[in-house]
């Protein structure tokens, strides 16, 4: 009991007048079936948890030193008090626990998401040279994440190496990136592999061309997710 009145802020002083008085005060010692003088419940509740001033509580400590049905009230309202307090420190921690978990989390994946999709592969070598929208194909549209700052594009069998153009725009026609670079061949693969930037790009549909300098733009539709 002292230790638990040292936690709720009484001077060393109010302690040992509590100890003192409530000392004498056992449970079954001072029987008193009829509740005479007995203080309402909300004064025991106020005198256990510590919200009633010492000096307004004086008046009732003789009392209860001296009443075992109050005593015994005073122990319950206080050991009800004590694990209120348990179970709020409890949820306080679990709640900031689970915010430095969902933190954590959050910054994770933001951290890493970069960099598992840091290059992505568009494999056009089985699509054909088309100057619009291809439409319908069977392998569907390309998909690429955001995230990724390098494309590998298989350019379509056939296609010859050297300079090209790529560009993506929206299916409006309005332009997101430009970018160039140089295709070689490899084991019979045109590689054209280029730099982007599209963090900033919102997911959705968007149509990406190609070409030779000079030529004629071939187009893809294309999925940023």
Not at 12 to 31: A, Y
Not at 73 to 86: E, H, I, W
Not at 88 to 94: M, N, P, Q
Request: charged letters at 20%; one cysteine or more; glycine letters at 8%.
């Amino acid at each position: 009991m002292e230790d638990h009145l040292n936690r709720m802020g009484y001077t060393d002083r109010e302690e040992k007048s509590i100890l003192e008085v409530l000392g004498r005060g056992l449970l079954r010692e001072f029987p008193n079936p009829s509740r005479a003088g007995c203080p309402p419940s909300d004064v025991l509740k106020r005198i256990a948890s510590h919200d009633m001033p010492l000096s307004e509580a004086e008046k009732w400590l003789d009392h209860l030193g001296s009443c075992s049905p109050c005593y015994r009230d005073y122990l319950d309202f206080q050991a009800a008090n004590r694990s209120r307090r348990q179970w709020a420190l409890f949820a306080v921690a679990a709640g900031i626990l689970l915010a430095i978990l969902v933190m954590s989390r959050t910054l994770t994946s933001k951290h890493n998401e970069p960099l598992l999709a840091r290059t992505a592969v568009l494999d056009l070598s089985n699509r054909s040279l088309t100057r619009g929208v291809e439409q319908g194909s069977p392998e569907g549209p390309l998909e690429v994440s955001r995230y990724a700052s390098r494309w590998d594009i298989q350019l379509p069998l056939g296609s010859s190496e050297g300079p090209y153009e790529v560009r993506l725009t929206t299916v409006q026609g309005e332009q997101i990136l430009a970018a160039s670079g140089i295709a070689t061949i490899n084991a019979g693969t045109t590689l054209l592999r280029i730099e982007v930037g599209l963090s900033q790009a919102g997911p959705g549909p968007y149509v990406l061309q190609i070409r030779r300098p000079t030529l004629g733009w071939n187009s893809y539709s294309l999925i940023v997710h």
